[in-house]
């Protein structure tokens, strides 16, 4: 058996038990001592404070963080796991991926949204935008956004590796989600992960203001990061809401220049997951060698329009 496969089999096998929430300090978990460029790069090319995004974050997440937070008995957010992918047949590379987080919630709802169901979801709030744009990975981020507004539960990208269950951050939170790494020199928000309950005000704005983005060239500023990054700025904790977006390490202790998987270290250090920068809707050629498996020519040479 292939060693990479065993290993996850091995760690899904002794993970179906979440640990106790393990904290780490927020400006730690982000390594920002590492990045003293970030808030000034993500001003001037994101064009939001990234000083103030960032304080944000870690003013939320040292109130509701899972060691302070009490956990309520009914779980707020759905437990169903909702995934994409559209514009052909899903590659295997993805498989062993999907298969952790159904190894890991085997009693929770699944739903992997092809070219095949997702006709069900239209018409779309945004379907005009849908159906001019020719990037799937644009695409994607006009039905992540809605089909989590509509249903609740929890949004994965195909490329995202489960560690351990999330049944406790249903129970605790309205909303959650994860900075990226700081790697990419931004202070923005990850959009391969995210969960809430449905009708959310977050994605309730993020829906209604693509319009103000759509403008943008490239899938970050226009339907991705950047704009899902705004509107958590905007509204995150309104009306007493319990919102949080985790330190990076939690979602993406793997940073988007990394290569280095350390599986057992994260899982001992409390990760819940690992995303694998598939970066599927970018030219073949800016993609890890493990994910140069598949052909996405029509979208990738719209990527960046």
Known sequence: MNKYVLSLLCV????????PFIYHDFDEAMQIRNYPKAFALTNRI??????????????????YNPSVLPS????????????IWIGGPLPEVFKKYIDTWKQMHPDWGYTLWTDENVRELFPLHNQSYYD??????????LLKW??????????VDVDYECLQPLDELHHLYDFYTAYQPL????????????????????????IETIQDDWHHKGAPKKSGPCHFSKS?????????????????????????KERVLRRSQW???????????AMSWMPINTRRQEFRTFENERSSKVWND
């Not at 994101?46 to 109130?63: A, H, I, T, V």
């Not at 309520?72 to 995934?83: F, G, W, Y």
């Not at 809605?146 to 949004?155: A, H, K, L, P, Q």
Request: net charge negative; with cysteine; aromatic share 16%.
């Open 267 to 277: 899982v001992r250090e409390g990760a819940y997951a690992i995303h694998h920068w």
């Open 12 to 19: 899904s096998s002794m993970s179906f038990a979440a640990t």
């Open 183 to 206: 790697d990419a020199f931004f202070v923005q928000l990850g959009a391969a992960l995210y969960a809430a309950h449905p009708e959310h005000l977050i994605l309730k704005h993020c």
């Open 132 to 141: 001019e744009s020719e990037g799937m990975g644009v695409k994607s981020d």
């Open 46 to 63: 994101l064009n939001y404070d990234g000083k103030q995004f960032f304080e944000l974050g870690r003013s939320l997440y040292n109130q």
């Open 232 to 256: 958590f700025m905007a509204v995150a904790g309104e009306n007493g809401s319990r919102d949080i977006a985790f330190p990076s390490f939690y979602f993406y202790p793997l940073g988007s």
């Open 72 to 83: 309520r008995s009914e779980p707020i957010i759905p437990k169903h796991i909702h995934q």
């Open 146 to 155: 809605e089909i989590i507004y509509r249903f609740g539960g929890v949004y």
